[in-house]
């Protein structure tokens, strides 16, 4: 029997999610009661978001144990603002995953009467699989499964995503965008071209995830250069994608927290091929003449001789991928 969740905890399993994926939330409302008003943010990418969240439970009558729904009660109407997105969401406390269904085709009636919306358990348990996945309803609406850690793919791609009612070429792309094995599905037969570019964009974001989930799984979720865990940890692309040669592969990345980030896009340290720490004494030499030098042997004291390692050899850091990022970061000691 599936656990009711109460709406504060369901509330923390949203904030949680959101941290998940690396992000930062506000709560801008009360925690007691939805919608959650919500402002998230990662780098200078900010959304306001309200959020109506239920528990999915076992729907239909008779009871059917291939289906869940959420019952959209104990709220008057389902409220859209300008500039913020509004989430309808479904817990399953049962597989940990959410619904998203699309806010704007399930306005309530004037009857008062609260609906019931669906989801397949096979669409939810895909998702636990492979991050996301899709599921058309038959009132033109694509409903949506996906892993906490999956969350602000899905709100960023959340409008997109539930739009996607043109027809199977673009369900068939969706399914495959979300099968691990097919990151690399050509889109180039999706048409009209928006449509494409749509999709490009949220195949991007859903590899973006699941670099984050992989690269971060694989150093333990600690900073490669200083060790620190305490959720401040970004995947960092070592070639980035936007090069030719930038991949999404475990060995194209490095776990960095925060501050090593930045420092290390900065080429104020770099990774050897070796798998040592180097400091670019050129750059520390022009902060002191600066005067820009605070913190200095703090700062190289918290740095580790060689990076942490992942367990195994074949997804180290690549040294030819090392080497190409020092010369695209401007290294020079
Ligand atoms: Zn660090």
Sequence with gaps: MARILRKPRLLDLVVEAIHACGWDVLILSS?????????????D?????????????????????????????GVSQIELRVGWKTLLLGWSDDLNAFAGFDATKH?????????????????????????FATQARDNQEIAIAFRPDFFTSYVLGSSELHQTTAGILETKALERISREEAVDFDLED?????????????????????????????YSHRCCVCGIQLDLLDAAHIIPVEH????????????????????????????????????SEKEFQRLRTIGWHGGESEFKAALRDDILLPPKKEIYPSPSYLEFGQKLRGWTN
């Design 107 to 131: 306005q309530i009636s004037m009857s008062g009467r609260s609906p019931s919306i669906q989801i397949k358990r096979d669409a939810l348990e895909k998702a636990v699989k492979n991050g």
């Design 31 to 43: 925690r007691d009661d939805h919608p959650f008003a919500l402002s998230i943010f990662k780098g």
């Design 190 to 218: 999706i048409e009209p071209k928006e449509r494409r570019q749509v999709l490009q964009t949220v195949n991007r974001r859903i590899r973006d995830d699941r670099f984050r989930v992989n690269v971060l799984r694989a």
């Design 244 to 279: 030719e040669r930038g991949t999404d592969e475990i060995k194209n990345g490095l776990s960095l927290c925060a501050l090593h980030h930045r420092a290390f896009d900065h080429a104020l340290i770099t990774v050897r091929t070796d798998y040592s720490i180097d400091c």
């Design 45 to 73: 990418t900010k959304v306001s978001l309200l959020v109506y969240i239920w528990n999915l439970t076992h729907g239909g009558f008779p009871r059917d144990p291939n289906e869940f729904r959420i019952q959209v009660t």
